[in-house]
């Protein structure tokens, strides 16, 4: 049992090192707009393609970062904004470029619904979590002495999203961020399975929303953070 | 317009049957529901009958799916709720009728529109791949004089997607609701652009060049205006 536990140990080391999150975030902004009291900020996903879609809940932990904290920006709810400005921000309706919302905010009564809501900037969210790779296996027995497993299961989950973020009132790109996180997770089994799982999602979220804090407060040409909690 | 006093009359049918459905039939049940809200359009000038038949108050699809379970749908309640405001926004004045006879005896109406579901189809995945519920659904949108003549007989279709994640009812419902609202928007958005429909408006006084759903709500469109700078 010993040379057992000497085994599992000499083997898990290595395998810890390989789980993690490896990041790459480029943000880029072409003007000196920065957002000021009383303006707020709406988190959108694009929703045109038919293979992907931003998940909800990673829109939904965007907006919620933004507006966390002492520092908190006005976020508007997404859902809300979709439904004021009905039919306007549908899959098949929404503007695709910029050129596209001006030709929207000049419809009588678009840009004073805008208004209304006091969302200046609109990000919209492009992009998804998906499993890249997966590969090992384990197997798992029983009998009358006991039950146990033995083996090695891996896969790697990759989170790219792409931002872009509008000016609503001037109708012009302010630029964008870009994310690429990848994580690795490893689960070895030496009788009991050990799952060592890291979330390149949640990691991406926490990046992304220090960065587009940072981008909507900040005047162009600022310097990116680097991506936080990732090892 | 108000859908609900009539609505009242039909409502416990729709329960009852609904009821008497998915308390039977076991496997998947799903009652969509949802607050839809009003277009930021534009109503066009004229005065519109509305029927609305049985089949949309009481729609219920049912599919057995192989290898899955017996799946049924209740969009009745959500028919109408997204009916409702629609045709409020689209027009300046709107009128409950129980059928077409009514609406010949009746001269303060311009038109009549009749809201059918002719079509509804949905896929919830099944391979470890497949991350996405889909609905697909086509309203047929007819539009009488008041005479009885067929003004225009307009198939739209709403396609709408939505993450599988714990429910798969869950899933279809949200799936449900992004296609109802992907048909409301072309209704609305589209309703005025349709030759029969120009014609029509034509013969009854109004020009659909300078006045559309297609324009905003806050004031008249410009004559000029493209008809569908979306796309």
Redesign the interface.
Known sequence: MPQLRLIAIALSVPLIGACGVTARLEPYKQTDAVITEGEHVVVLARKQHSTHEAEEDFVQCLSDGLADGKHGLDVHSSKDFEDKMYPWFEPSTAPLNTDDLSVLLARPGVAEQVRSTGVRYVVWVDGSTDRVASGGGITCAAGVGGAGCMGLAWWEDDSRYDLTVWDVKDAESEGTIYADYKGRSVMPAIIVPIPLITRPQAHACRGVTDQLRQFLTSPEGYSASPPPGVG | MSLLPLERSRLPLSWVAAAACLAGCGGSQVIVEST???????PLPVSMGVVIPDELYNFIYTEDIPDQSLWTIALGDANVAMLGPLFEGMFQQTKDIDSLAAAAADSTLDGVIEPKLEKFEFDVPQGERDE?VEVWLQYEITVYEPGGGTVIQWPVSGYG?S?LLRNAEDAVQRAAI?AM??A???I??KFSEQPQIKTWLGGIGNAPATVGPQ???????PAD??PT??Q
């Open positions: 839809f809200p009003r277009p930021l359009i534009e996405f997607k993450e992004v609202r992907e409301g928007a072309t609305s958005t324009a905003a709500v806050g004031g008249p469109a205006a493209a700078p979306l």
